[in-house]
């Protein structure tokens, strides 16, 4: 029979951040290249151990410049990939569905994950665009007691 308290098969979606806006990128050529999320953003930290079982960013302002794709925001836990969520030719008030990964996607109490936005700008001033991110969010049972 499997785990039955009711409050780990809740899954809110959350908004964790807001505006997040990566900068301008530099002209790499056709190589990828990664824009670090502003040090003004930090994503929320678990109190307890939780999974990301989904991701959404709405898009407040579009990216501009050159850009050959795909760009992708990018959510981390350590240096793995919990999800990405393709933003690219996101328009404003788009709303754009991320995939996780779950061997990835658990995080333990008092940990918190990190993004980027990973992709190939091939000029200078290329604009990351601004972005709401939201998490579904699942707490897990603590497996060490």
């Not at 999974?51 to 795909?70: D, M, W, Y």
Request: net charge neutral; hydrophobic share 40%; aromatic share 6%.
């Amino acid at each position: 029979m499997g785990y039955s308290d009711q409050k780990y098969y809740d899954r809110p979606l959350v908004k964790v951040a807001s505006a997040i806006a990566f900068g301008t990128a530099t002209a790499a050529g056709t190589a990828s290249n990664s824009l670090a999320a502003p040090t003004s953003v930090s994503l929320p930290q678990f109190l307890r151990r939780t999974k990301i079982v989904g991701l959404e960013a709405v898009c407040i302002t579009a990216a501009g410049g050159t850009q050959v794709g795909p760009i992708n925001l990018t959510v981390l836990n350590g240096t793995s990939t919990v999800g990405t969520i393709a933003v690219q030719t996101a328009t404003v008030g788009q709303v754009a569905v991320g995939t996780t990964t779950a061997s990835n996607a658990t995080f333990a109490a008092n940990a918190s994950p990190t993004m980027a936005l990973i992709g190939t700008f091939t000029a200078s001033a290329a604009t990351s665009g601004t972005w709401d991110l939201y998490f579904q969010q699942q707490e897990q049972p603590d497996v060490s007691s």
